[in-house]
Every structure is written in structure tokens, then in C-alpha cells.
């Protein structure tokens, strides 16, 4: 019988290997991968085309329920779907209220079945305020459990001091699922910004060093420490600097922990020099870093260091970015729709094999998303058909998120995904999402 799609003539990207396939797919799921003589009641053409694993973007913030102005699920998820993604996984904040309850997940799973062009999953939060409402959102299927160590600039999801954090980690090690933690120090972060604002000092420069790397390690230091006394797996999140990503490398290493770490594509494409033209559209933290600083986290990248890149799509709207002074600007980096063509256009190239396992094979692992990942039967049908050759200049009307700030517009990167399937539907062609929204809630699996 033939099958219902064969994507013909491609070369296959997959954690391990560049190889030249075809791909089978029956029912939204790969059945078989190689030189195949099928017959299919519909066919693609992937010759000349590299077929990578859908992305899976497992730190977005598209703000739905109560903060839709700012971002959306409908338009979040199609930008990632035009950039290559299938799969996300929202924060729980800056959604309105935030993932807090096990009814505010419901009022966010809502949304997403009704309107993501991409599979998703969510985060819970972790706050001094919900530590008994942990067990009910781990019934009913969180990833894991997002935490702030420093104020998280939203009223409703407060930070964790100490206290908090070890106990919600000690139950987290109980419910079987992984704690990510935004890893800035409170104190010294709130110390240099007092500085700042005694010199009356609002430049960007005054802005990145209020948050220096030392404030990263020292929470990194604590979060590993209280990992390591509760058993709880830990993920930290948007890893800005190098001397931090080998702090948790090392520390995993040596005392065999389960902890993983992410970086984001703003850091390795853009450093604190690019702030004063870019101005709040580049603003994030951890901060952007200096230049000596990003050629040593692209080190840290391609040596294994990091498991993960995320995009922490965090976007604003207009006018909260309009300011000039650089504290009171809201800060977060709206880039969803460029992850994989920004790793791709690092000069030199890094592998591929390499970059599928940082944006899909390895958050499908860690997240326990078992049936995404992967090309390989048995696995669904994700993928994105990208074409190596072409460079591209990224201009505003291509993007699809909102407010469309990506600090990136102007720039000509490499390598444009032409074609993204979600279970073997075709969900985003030619820089246009297509068809309508098939995103399914996907909770984690033994």
C-alpha cells in the first residue's frame, strides 16, 4: 500500500550523521528512512534541500492568556513554524496570571490547542507563593518548574530566595521533574544598579555592568549546590558567558550531576557593543557580553559544552522599548523566527549533526518529548527543509511574531528553511505559515 508522503532526494541531518534519504510518513509518523522505492500518495522534492528535525524551542515567552498585546500563541507559533520550529515550550510568565495553578495551565493549554501552529508543552513557575500547588501542576503536565533568583520584572511571579528554591527542588526531586532558574544574584545585580543610579548614569554600558558575569556564577554556584543536596535535575537557562557554561560543565562532570545547560542565539550573534544602535530591542539578561566574551561561548558550544540553544522569545510591545534610558526599557529579545539560520551562518559552519542535537534532539531528551527529535521511525513526522545555499537579507516584512523588533533585520544570514512539516502536515512554506493551527499539548513521558 503506498504511504501517505515521500519527501524524495534529500540530505538528512540527524544527531549524528549528513546523509542522503528519502523519508517515509504514515499517519504523522516516520515509518522508514533511505533509498526508498515506495509509492506515496503525495511526494516532495527535497533535492538540493538539507532536511533538519523540527525545532524545539523550549524557552519562549508568547504572554497568552492576559498579556496577548505583547505576543500571542498565534503569532509566536507562527514565526517559529516559518523559521523551522514544531515544537515549543512556553515559560510560565509573562502570561497573565502566570502558570502559578493548576488552573492557569488549563487556561493556557487551552489557548495553545486553539491556536498554536506548533506542538507545545508549558512550564510551571516555582515562587515563594505556589510550593503547594507543585504537585498538582506536575498531575497535570508540566515539564518541569521555571524559578527566578533575581525579580523577574513581573508582579505576580516574584523571585525564590534561598528558602524557596531549596524546598521547591527538594519536591520538584520528588515529582521526577527538572527546575530551570534564571541564575542572576539579587544582591549583587541590585548592588551595581544603585551605583549606576547614584553616578545618574542610564547608558547601556551602565546597564551591562550592573549585571556582571560574577552575579551569573555566583547563583549558578548556589543552584548547583542546592541541585546537589536535593537530587533535583537542573536546567539553567540563557547562559550568557563562558566562565559560567564551564562552571556547570565542570561541576556536572565532577560530581555527576543531572543538570543541563542552555545559551541563546542573541548571545553568540550579537555583544554589548551592538547596544547603542540596537537599543532595548537588544536588551536581555543577562546582559549582552563583550566580544572576547562571545568568541569564547561559541568555544563552549562547539566543544559539547552547552545541551541546549533557545531563543528565550520574550517580546514587548513598541512602546515599552522607546525608552532611552536603558533601566527602565523593558527589556527581552523577540527572535523566534531566526534561531537556525543565525547558527548557520557562524562562520566557520558549525556541524550539523551538532546544532540538531542543541535544538531538538537534546530538549526532546531532556524534556522528555519522546516521539520529537529525532528523524527516525517511530519518531513524528517534524522536520524543516532548509536551504543551505541561499543567503538571505532578514527584512521586518518577513517576520510573522507580533511586533516584529528582532534586533537582527538588516542582516544577511545563511541558510533560509523553505518548508516546515508537523506531523507531516505542512505548516509553514516560502516564508508563509500555512493551513490551519495543529498544535496538540504535549506533556512529558517515562
Known amino acids: 500500500m503506498p504511504v501517505d508522503l515521500l519527501i524524495r532526494g534529500g540530505t538528512l ?45 523550549s524557552h519562549v515567552h508568547f504572554n497568552e492568556p492576559g498579556r496577548t498585546h505583547w505576543e500571542g500563541i498565534a503569532t509566536g507559533s507562527a514565526a517559529l513554524a516559518v523559521g523551522g520550529g514544531t515544537t515549543f515550550i512556553d515559560m510560565p510568565l509573562n502570561s497573565s496570571p502566570p502558570v502559578l495553578t493548576s488552573e492557569a495551565f488549563d487556561a493556557k493549554a487551552d489557548v495553545g490547542q486553539a491556536k498554536s501552529r506548533c506542538d507545545f508543552a508549558l512550564w510551571g513557575g516555582l515562587t515563594p507563593t505556589n510550593l503547594d ?38 519536591t520538584a526531586a520528588q515529582l521526577g521533574l527538572p527546575v530551570a532558574v534564571h541564575a542572576e544574584s539579587q544582591t549583587i545585580t541590585a548592588a551595581h544598579t544603585k551605583l549606576a543610579q547614584g553616578r545618574n548614569d542610564h547608558s547601556w554600558q551602565a546597564w551591562t555592568v550592573s549585571r556582571p558575569v560574577i552575579a551569573e556564577v555566583e547563583a549558578i554556584q548556589r543552584a548547583l549546590a542546592f541541585a546537589e543536596d536535593t537530587g533535583c535535575a537542573l536546567h539553567i537557562v540563557h547562559v550568557s558567558s563562558a566562565r ?7 561541576t556536572k562532570q565532577q560530581q555527576h550531576l543531572d543538570v543541563t545547560c542552555e545559551t541563546c542565539p542573541h548571545y553568540l550573534a550579537l555583544t554589548a557593543d551592538d547596544l547603542p544602535d ?21 568555544d563552549e558550544l562547539l566543544a559539547g559544552t552547552f545541551d541546549v540553544v533557545g531563543s528565550d522569545h520574550s517580546p514587548a510591545p513598541p512602546d515599552m522599548k522607546s525608552d532611552d534610558d536603558a533601566f527602565a526599557a523593558w527589556g527581552g529579545i523577540a527572535g523566534v523566527q531566526s534561531t537556525l539560520s543565525l547558527l548557520l551562518s557562524h562562520t566557520p559552519e558549525p556541524p550539523l549533526p ?11 531528551q531532556r524534556f522528555r518529548l519522546p516521539r520529537k527529535g529525532q528523524l527516525a521511525p517511530g519518531h513524528d513526522a517534524d522536520l524543516t527543509l532548509v536551504d ?47 493551513g490551519k493551527p495543529l498544535g496538540k499539548l504535549l506533556t512529558p513521558e517515562a
Open 354 to 364: 551538532l546544532l540538531t542535537r542543541l535544538t531538538a534532539t537534546n530538549p526532546a
Open 133 to 170: 500547588h507543585l504537585a498538582t501542576l506536575a498531575d497535570r503536565g508540566v515539564v518541569g518548574f521555571k524559578a527566578f533568583m533575581c525579580g523577574s520584572g513581573i508582579d505576580d511571579f516574584l523571585a525564590v530566595n534561598d528558602e524557596s528554591l531549596y524546598t521547591g527542588m527538594t
Open 278 to 298: 540596537l537599543g532595548a530591542r537588544a536588551k536581555c539578561a543577562p546582559p549582552l557580553r563583550d566580544e572576547a566574551n562571545q568568541a569564547d561561548l561559541w
Open 244 to 250: 559560567a557554561a564551564q562552571l556547570v560543565h565542570q
Open 388 to 434: 543551505l545555499s541561499e543567503n538571505f537579507a532578514l527584512t521586518r516584512d518577513m517576520l510573522h511574531d507580533r511586533h516584529r523588533l528582532n534586533p537582527y533585520t538588516g542582516r544577511t544570514l545563511t541558510g533560509r528553511p523553505v518548508r516546515t512539516l508537523l506531523r507531516g502536515q505542512t505548516t509553514a512554506l516560502d516564508g508563509q505559515p500555512v
Open 13 to 57: 541531518v540527524t544527531q549524528e550523521a549528513v546523509t542522503e534519504a528519502d523519508i517515509a510518513i504514515e499517519d504523522g509518523t516516520i515509518v522508514a528512512v533511505g533509498d526508498l522505492h515506495d509509492t506515496a500518495r503525495d511526494e516532495i522534492n527535497a533535492t538540493g534541500l538539507h532536511i533538519f528535525a523540527g525545532l524545539i524551542d
